[in-house]
């Protein structure tokens, strides 16, 4: 049941409108996909360039503020190595007066002051040594508390007079940088104190950052620790920062935000570019949902189009096959009385056109030769009350037939000549065994007359060669089967009845078979009449009389063979011994 379902669902079993409509629609949907995907490319590339563009911004900006980094270090270290400032420290850590320490420690301070007003962005510098002193040059609005300031100095010693860095946090937003003082003089290497220089990260990136606070903003992560972040909105996740390079888009703050970062070789920071992907590419989504309505319409328009076309197509199939309906029950008049002109020369118009004609002509004929039989039957009759002799019937049926040819009915004259033929051989008594080849004439005689009759319905196949038809059968032998054949398998079926007649020789017999394509039997029915206990209708030859004649002639080991399968027809095979090919 879900076989036969399935096919009628499939492709080859759909109305042509409807396989009209579904190319169209897969073409359509084909080009879709073509389009969109060009789209994609296109935006993809955007994207590419979009990121190309940022990831150089980013560039400058990290060169510029790593450049701010790298004077910084240069300051302390200039700082460190003053000359004038080593000979101050090495006093101040030599004196016991301490109004020269402090007048000491005064130029000290005014000469750090000096050095920091080269760098704009350090808010100030602090100096503390083993001694205690503690001085502070500029100001700050926020100052690291003591814990950090222990933390910065042990990493500063350890440093050995390199400079250190200490990264911002929440607590204290700027960015430190130490580095421990040591003696170039006498004393060589002797630690001469800690500076602490307090850099404000937010004005450097302000300077340096290529990006403008409406269009989007710089943040900067070490590792996962935000090192500059102007707001709490965007947090990088671990992929980003574990790919070191390269953009995507997410959402930050509840916008969709175009993000391109990389990461600094020399620092070890990784800046992010979070940039307002509404606003960059409010033309490219517009462009995108103005495309995507186009195709829409597009394809609406070209369903409503294709659906007109693939109408105006099959609404006459629709009608012509609504006729063959009718034609199917014999309805001819309600076809002659609807069919509607038609002005359509294509192949449509023409298929109409001659179909109608057609039909026309086959009313005709039916008429013509329903008034033909009643004739016929009227004389049988007549010819039965009168007792007429075999000879006055042969002689009426060679007129029919030279009627029916002078009025140019050959189907007429052709059915006329095979029944008068197999009536002249069904009636002469005086012969009882003929050769294959003539018993095929008759058999041929008579399958004319029922295809005549059946038309289209009825298919008969001869597959004998000519070879075997020297070998002797009785009269009679093949017709009755094959009529049997018509009657149980053609009356019997809905669809056509293929009778097929073949020969196969075997090594001591010739086997001539007789098969249908009709509904077969059942095993109970096949054994019945296996043993010829099958009750019989007709009062013809039965298939036990030519079963016992063929033994009769040939011995035992000839004979009628039955087989059948249910559903799927019938077969009655004539075996004959090859004996009978010289027996007269």
């Known amino acids: ?137 500029g100001q700050s609005a926020q100052m690291p508390d003591e814990s950090k300031k222990e933390e910065v100095i042990i990493e500063a010693r350890q440093a050995k007079g390199g400079n250190v860095w200490a990264m911002p946090d929440a607590e204290h937003p700027y960015l430190l940088a130490a580095r421990e003082i040591r003696s170039t003089g006498a004393n060589l290497l002797e630690p001469l104190g800690t500076l602490i220089f307090q850099v404000n990260l937010d004005s450097v990136v302000q300077q340096h950052q290529t990006v403008s606070k409406d269009s989007g903003s710089l943040y900067i992560w070490k590792g996962n620790q935000p090192i500059y972040a102007p707001d709490e909105g965007f947090q990088p996740g671990m992929d980003m920062i574990d790919s070191k390079q390269g953009y995507t888009i997410q959402e930050v703050d509840g916008l969709s935000s175009f993000i391109a970062y990389t990461t600094s070789k020399e620092t070890g920071w990784t800046y992010f570019s979070v940039l307002s992907y509404n606003d960059i590419f ?172 059946f038309e289209s319905e009825l298919q008969f196949v001869l597959d004998i060669d000519e070879r075997f038809y020297m070998y002797r059968i009785p009269k009679m032998s093949l017709q009755p089967i094959a009529e049997n054949a018509i009657k149980h398998g053609l009356e019997n079926m809905i669809g056509n009845c293929k009778i097929t007649v073949a020969a196969v020789e075997r090594d001591q017999s010739l086997e001539i078979s007789v098969s249908d394509n009709g509904p077969g039997m059942d095993e109970k029915a096949l054994e019945l009449l296996r043993v010829f206990a099958m009750p019989s209708k007709e009062t013809g030859i039965g298939l036990k009389n030519i079963h016992e004649r063929l033994r009769l002639m040939f011995g035992e080991s000839a004979g009628l063979l039955f087989s059948s399968v249910e559903g799927h027809g019938t077969q009655v095979t004539i075996k004959i011994p090859k004996e009978g090919e010289s027996d007269v």
């Open 282 to 453: 409010k033309k490219k989504n517009d462009l995108r949902l103005a495309l995507l309505v186009v195709v829409l319409l597009l394809f609406i328009t070209v369903i409503a189009i294709s659906y007109r076309f693939a109408r105006g197509i099959t609404k006459p199939i629709e009608h012509l096959t609504q006729q063959m309906r009718y034609a199917e029950k014999g309805d001819f008049e309600w076809i002659v009385t609807h069919s509607p002109d038609t002005d359509r020369s294509d192949e449509v118009g023409y298929l109409q056109k001659r179909f109608f004609i057609m039909i026309r002509r086959i009313d005709t004929l039916i008429e013509e030769n329903y008034t033909r039989q009643m004739l016929l039957k009227d004389t049988e009759y007549r010819a039965l009350q009168a007792q007429i002799n075999p000879h006055f019937l042969y002689n009426t049926l060679t007129s029919i037939n030279w009627m029916a040819r002078t009025s140019g009915q050959a189907a007429i004259s052709s059915m006329v000549e095979s029944l008068s033929r197999l009536l002249r051989n069904a009636i002469s008594n005086n012969v009882q065994v003929i050769t294959l080849g003539e018993e095929i004439g008759l058999l041929q005689d008579y399958m004319n007359i029922q295809k005549v009759r």
């Open 1 to 137: 049941m879900f076989t036969d379902r399935f096919r009628r669902i499939s492709f080859r079993d759909m109305k042509i409108k409807h396989k009209l409509m579904v190319v169209m629609m897969l073409l359509i949907v084909f080009f879709c996909l073509v389009v969109i995907s060009c789209l994609q490319y296109i935006f993809h590339a955007y994207d590419e360039m979009l990121y190309a563009q940022s990831a150089q911004t980013i560039n400058n900006s990290i060169g510029d503020i790593e450049n701010e980094i790298r004077n910084i270090e240069k300051l302390s270290m200039t700082i460190a190595t003053d000359t004038r400032i080593q000979e101050q420290l090495t006093k101040v850590k030599e004196m016991t007066n301490e109004y020269e320490r402090a007048q000491t420690l005064t130029d000290f301070k005014n000469k750090i002051f000096v050095y920091m007003l080269t760098e704009k962005h350090i808010s100030s510098i602090h100096f503390m040594n083993d001694s205690g002193y503690s001085l502070l040059v």
